[in-house]
C-alpha cells in the first residue's frame, strides 16, 4: 500500500508536468503547479517516513515498462525509504518557497512543466531495483534538471553552464552503464536482487565500485568531478538550485551507498582509502573554493562540494569499519554520513532559498553589492543566520552534530588493524578538522559581507523583506535545524533500520538516555547533549543580558561611534569579501589556485588611480578537463572527413566494427 501511494504521487507529477506546459502561460499556474508539487510530496513523505519509522519490511513491485524481458523493478526498503525523505521533504520546502518566488520568475513556462518531472524522476531513482529503470530515472532526472538550468538561456554564462553539466551527466550515466554492466555478468542480471544474489568475484566487484564512484561522484560533486556544480547550481533559479544542491547530490549519495554496500559484494580494504581520501580532499577543497568566491550562489555550490566529502568521510570509514568486522563502529560512521546527508538537505536548501530571497530583493549575487541587509529584510537575515551557524558546525545546531559523530567514528581508528588506515584515518581527520574551521571563517565572511555593515550599492539601501511563502519555508528549515541540533538522538534511531539493513547492526537506542543524551560509543569515552547546551546558551545569555541591562550604569552619553580610525562614511571604506579572504589566499592561493597579484601603479603626474588587482585559474580545469576538450577538438577535425565515405566504405567500417564487437563479446563469454 505504501510503495503504491509514492508510485501514485508520482505519476500525478509526472500528469502535472503535462498540464503546466499547457497553463504555463495563464494567471495562476505558478500556485497552481507549486501547490499542486507540494501536496504530493507531503503525501509522498508522510508514506515513505511511515515505512521507515515503523521498520516495515522492504517492499516490492514489478511494472509491465522498460526492457520487454525485464520490466519495471520497483523496491522500497529502509534505505530507499530514507532516502525518498530527503526527497520528499526537499521537495515539500522547494515548492513552498516557490509559490512566492515563483511570482518573480521571467519566464515561467520554462519552469513550471520541468519542475514536476524532475522531483519525479529523483524519486524513481530511489524507487529503481533494477539497472534499466535506475539508469532511465537517471538520465531522466538529468535532463529535467539541465532543462531548468538552461530557463535563463539567454545568459551565455547559463548556456555554458548547461553544456558543461550535460557533458558531465553523460560521462557520469555511462560510467555508471559500464559498472552495471559488469555487475550483471554475461548472463545479463539486470536486476538489483540478482546482482546482491551474485556475490561477484572482488576485483570485479571494485572495478564496479570505482566506476560507480566516479558516476554518482561525478553527480555529487567528488573533486575532480565538480567542475559542473558551481556554474549550473547559481545559474537554475534558487528554488531549484535548493533541491540540485541539498537533494539531487544526495541521490546521487544513494547510488554510490546501493552499489557499494550491497551489490559490488565484499569489500577489500583499500576501498575505504580510495573514498576517504576523495572524500578529506574533495572537503577541504570545496571550502577553499568557496572561501574564494565574491558569487553567493557560487559560494554556496562549492561549500556543497564540501560537504559531499564530509559525507564521503563517513562513508570510508564505514567501509574500513566493516572490512575488519567491526560493526558497531561501521553503524557509527555510517549513522554519521547518513545523518549528515539529512543535515545538509536542511541547511544548504535554507542558505538557497536565503540567497534567492536576497536575489529577488536586489538582483545582486554578488557580496561587494550587498551589505546592510539586516536593516532592510530582518527576518531573512535571522533564518540565514541560523543556517550560517548550522554549515559551520556550530553548536546547538545539526551541523555539529552529525560532523561530531563523525569526529567519534574518526577516533575508533587506532582499533583497526591495518596501517595504512592507521596513518589514513587520522589524516583525513584532520582534513575534516581543518574543513570545519574553514567553513566558519567562509560563512562568517558571507553573513558578514551580504548582510551586516552598510549598503554596498544603492540596490542594497532599497531592498524590502521577502514574501510570506518564502519566509515560511525558510523559517520551517531553521526551525528543523535547530530540533535536529537539539534532538539527535530521536534522528538517529530513525535510522537505525538503515545502518540494520547495510551493516547488520545499528547504533545504541538514544531515545531513552536522560537528558537525551547522544552515546555512540559508551559513556565514560563520549557524550553529547545538544539539549543541555541550548538551554545553557538562552539561560547564561539571558542572565548576561539582565546583568548588562540591570546593573549596568543608566546614565546615557552620546558619543560618535568608533570609526577604526577612519572618519570616512563612505561604505568603499568598509572590508570587503575579497580583503576579507585575503590571508587565507594568500597561505593557499599560490599553490592550489595559481593566485597573482596585479599592481596597477600610473606615473607621476597621472591621474587615473592606482588598482590592484588578483587572477586565479582553476587549476583542476587547467590541467585535467581543457586538455581533454583540446583533445577532443584534434579528434573531431581527423574525423571529420568519415562524413565524406562512399556507401562501399561505410559498409565496410561498420562490417568492421560489427566483427571487433563479436570478439570482444565472444571472448567475455
Known amino acids: 500500500m505504501t510503495l503504491t501511494v509514492i508510485l ?81 521533504f526537499g521537495a515539500c520546502s522547494a515548492s513552498l518557497f516557490a509559490l512566492g518566488y515563483g511570482d518573480h520568475e521571467t519566464a515561467p513556462q520554462r519552469v513550471l512543466p520541468f519542475y514536476p518531472g524532475f522531483l519525479a524522476g529523483m524519486t524513481l531513482v530511489v524507487l529503481a531495483d533494477d539497472a534499466f529503470t535506475f539508469l532511465f530515472a537517471w538520465e531522466f532526472m538529468s535532463l529535467t534538471s539541465w532543462a531548468l538550468v538552461m530557463s535563463h538561456h539567454r545568459d551565455p554564462e547559463n548556456v555554458r553552464a548547461g553544456y558543461v553539466y550535460l557533458i558531465m551527466a553523460t560521462f557520469g550515466t555511462l560510467s555508471l552503464l559500464l559498472g552495471f554492466g559488469l555487475l550483471a555478468g554475461a548472463g545479463g542480471q539486470y536486476t538489483f536482487e540478482a546482482m546482491r544474489a551474485a556475490h561477484p568475484a572482488t576485483m570485479l566487484g571494485a572495478l564496479a565500485l570505482i566506476l560507480t564512484f566516479v558516476g554518482a561522484g561525478s553527480k555529487a560533486g567528488i573533486v575532480p568531478l565538480h567542475v559542473w556544480l558551481p556554474l549550473a547550481h547559481p545559474a537554475a533559479p534558487s528554488h531549484v538550485s535548493a533541491l540540485m544542491s541539498g537533494v539531487m547530490t544526495k541521490v546521487a549519495i544513494y547510488g554510490f551507498i546501493r552499489v557499494a554496500f550491497e551489490l559490488a559484494g565484499a569489500p577489500a580494504w583499500w576501498w575505504s582509502i580510495l573514498v576517504l581520501a576523495l572524500g578529506g580532499i574533495t572537503a577541504v577543497m570545496g571550502v577553499l573554493y568557496a572561501l574564494m568566491q565574491h558569487d553567493l550562489k557560487r559560494l554556496l555550490a562549492y561549500s556543497t562540494v564540501e560537504n559531499v566529502g564530509i559525507i564521503f568521510i563517513g562513508l570510508g570509514l564505514a567501509l574500513a569499519f566493516r572490512v575488519y568486522d567491526m560493526p558497531a563502529a561501521a553503524a557509527l560512521a555510517l549513522t554519521a554520513a547518513l545523518f549528515h546527508v539529512f543535515n545538509h538537505s536542511l541547511f544548504k536548501s535554507l542558505l538557497f532559498f536565503g540567497a534567492g530571497a536576497v536575489l529577488t530583493a536586489t538582483g545582486e549575487r554578488n557580496m561587494e553589492r550587498l551589505g546592510g541587509l539586516i536593516h532592510r529584510m530582518p527576518q531573512t537575515a535571522f533564518v540565514v543566520l541560523v543556517g550560517c551557524a548550522a554549515i559551520s558546525a556550530l553548536p546547538p545546531l545539526n551541523g555539529f552534530a ?38 566558519a571563517a567562509c560563512f562568517v565572511r558571507a553573513y558578514g559581507i551580504a548582510f551586516l555593515g552598510r549598503p554596498r550599492s544603492p540596490i542594497a539601501s532599497e531592498a524590502a523583506e521577502t514574501d510570506r511563502f518564502s519566509l515560511a519555508a525558510m523559517l520551517l528549515l531553521a526551525a528543523l535545524c535547530l530540533i535536529a541540533g537539539i534532538l539527535p538522538g530521536l534522528f538517529i534511531d530513525a535510522l537505525a533500520p538503515v545502518t540494520t539493513a547495510l551493516i547488520g547492526t545499528h547504533m545504541p537506542a538514544q531515545a531513552g538516555t536522560q537528558w537525551l543524551v547522544i552515546v555512540p560509543v559508551a559513556a565514560s569515552r563520549s557524550s553529547y547533549d545538544g539539549l543541555l547546551v541550548f538551554l545553557f546558551m538562552i539561560i547564561s545569555g539571558t542572565l548576561a543580558a539582565t546583568a548588562i541591562h540591570r546593573l549596568a550604569s543608566d546614565r546615557l552619553r552620546r558619543a560618535p561611534a568608533w570609526d577604526c580610525g577612519n572618519p570616512d562614511p563612505s561604505p568603499a571604506t568598509q572590508y570587503t569579501a575579497a580583503s576579507f579572504a585575503e590571508p587565507i589566499r594568500r597561505v593557499f592561493g599560490t599553490t592550489l589556485f595559481a593566485a597573482r597579484e596585479i599592481v596597477e601603479m600610473p606615473p607621476p603626474g597621472d591621474m587615473r588611480p592606482a588598482r590592484l588587482s588578483v587572477e586565479m585559474r582553476d587549476l583542476i580545469w587547467d590541467f585535467i578537463y581543457a586538455p581533454i576538450a583540446a583533445g577532443i577538438d584534434i579528434a573531431a577535425e581527423r574525423l571529420n572527413p568519415l562524413q565524406f565515405l562512399t556507401i562501399r566504405q561505410f559498409l565496410s567500417l561498420v562490417f568492421g566494427a560489427l566483427v571487433i564487437l563479436l570478439l570482444v563479446l565472444a571472448i567475455w563469454s
Do not use: N
Open 8 to 88: 501514485a504521487c508520482e505519476g500525478a507529477l509526472l500528469a502535472l508536468a503535462v498540464l503546466a506546459i499547457a497553463i504555463a502561460r495563464s494567471a495562476g499556474a505558478t500556485r497552481a503547479i507549486y501547490g499542486a508539487s507540494l501536496l504530493l510530496a507531503a503525501i509522498s513523505l508522510a508514506a515513505a517516513a511511515s515505512h521507515l519509522l515503523g521498520a516495515a519490511p522492504p517492499l516490492s513491485l514489478t511494472l509491465p515498462f522498460g526492457v520487454p524481458w525485464l520490466g519495471a523493478h520497483l523496491r522500497l526498503d529502509a534505505l530507499s525509504a530514507f532516502f525518498l525523505v530527503v526527497v520528499d
Open 402 to 439: 552529525s560532523e561530531w559523530l563523525t569526529f567519534q567514528a574518526i577516533l575508533l581508528s587506532p582499533q583497526l588493524p591495518s596501517w595504512g588506515l592507521k596513518i589514513m584515518v587520522p589524516a583525513v581527520g584532520a582534513l575534516l578538522a581543518l574543513s570545519a574551521a574553514l567553513a
